[in-house]
């Protein structure tokens, strides 16, 4: 087995633990406020980063690590795994499907691996760099090509409100022009959409690199474009298929 397939297989499995930890969600909390009130880490943020990694170092200990919760480790293997325990934490919290575990693993070329696994929509995605995009195992492609006035469009918004303002200038300008808008509350669960053709395309500002790692492989490995550019003193994530990529760049607002 080569290499990017053993840590795929890891990766996969390391996902799925973590999803059946996660679906044991508690009757009550212990919160943490993070940067904001709106951003709750719960105790099973922590919980599954700690399942995650405890994973990874026994099977690779020589591997580094970025997680969101901060189990940040420099490597000597030239491998980094991305971890995101739980992508979509105010959809956790409230109970509502579509969060999921997010892990990329990259190496000096950029992302080789990426799995999202969202157990409350029985979905995990995979790809391996230069291997396709898989949902549930079986071969996947985003819409193309489409109109900017068929497609269905996700979006994410901001904690910080004051970024919300230049956020809904976006929405603004793209409302009239396409067939709708879906909000899923979790960024690589967003991504993995566009990969599959449940949504055209996708755009939101200001996410991290655990939130883009394992999705936007993903994305591109079914055939979409994936851009972070930065706009207006943020960076805007845009992905879908090339034709509606283009359409939608051109409508965004200066």
């Not at 549930?136 to 910080?160: M, Q, R, S």
């Amino acid at each position: 087995m080569s290499n990017e397939n053993q840590i795929l297989e890891l990766a996969l499995t390391i996902a799925r633990q973590a999803g059946e930890l996660l679906m044991n969600r508690p009757a009550s909390w212990d919160l943490t406020v993070k940067s904001t009130a709106i951003d709750i880490a719960t105790q099973m943020d922590h919980a599954s980063e700690k399942l995650i990694v405890e994973a990874i170092l026994s099977a690779r200990p020589n591997d580094g690590i970025i997680g969101e919760e901060g189990a940040d480790r420099e490597g000597t293997s030239g491998f980094t795994w991305v971890i995101d325990p739980i992508d979509g934490t105010v959809n956790y919290f409230y109970g509502l499907p579509g969060w999921n575990i997010s892990i990329g693993v990259k190496d000096s070329q950029g992302v080789l691996v990426g799995v999202v696994h969202s157990p409350t929509f029985n979905s995990t995605w995979h790809a391996v760099r230069g291997g396709g995009a898989f949902l549930n195992h079986k071969k996947i492609e985003c819409n193309n090509p489409v109109e900017l006035d068929k497609a269905l469009i996700a979006t994410g918004f901001a904690y910080e409100v004051k970024d919300r303002e230049n956020q809904i200038e976006i929405i603004d300008q793209l409302i009239p022009k396409i067939r709708d808008i879906r909000r899923m509350g979790a960024a690589a669960t967003d991504l993995c959409c566009v990969a599959s053709g449940m949504v055209d395309g996708y755009i939101e500002t200001g996410l991290k690199e655990w939130d883009l790692a394992a999705g936007s492989l993903i994305a591109r490995e079914a055939g979409a474009v994936v851009s972070v550019q930065v706009w207006r003193g943020m960076e805007l994530t845009i992905a879908a298929g090339p034709e509606l990529f283009e359409q939608i760049s051109r409508a965004i607002p200066e």
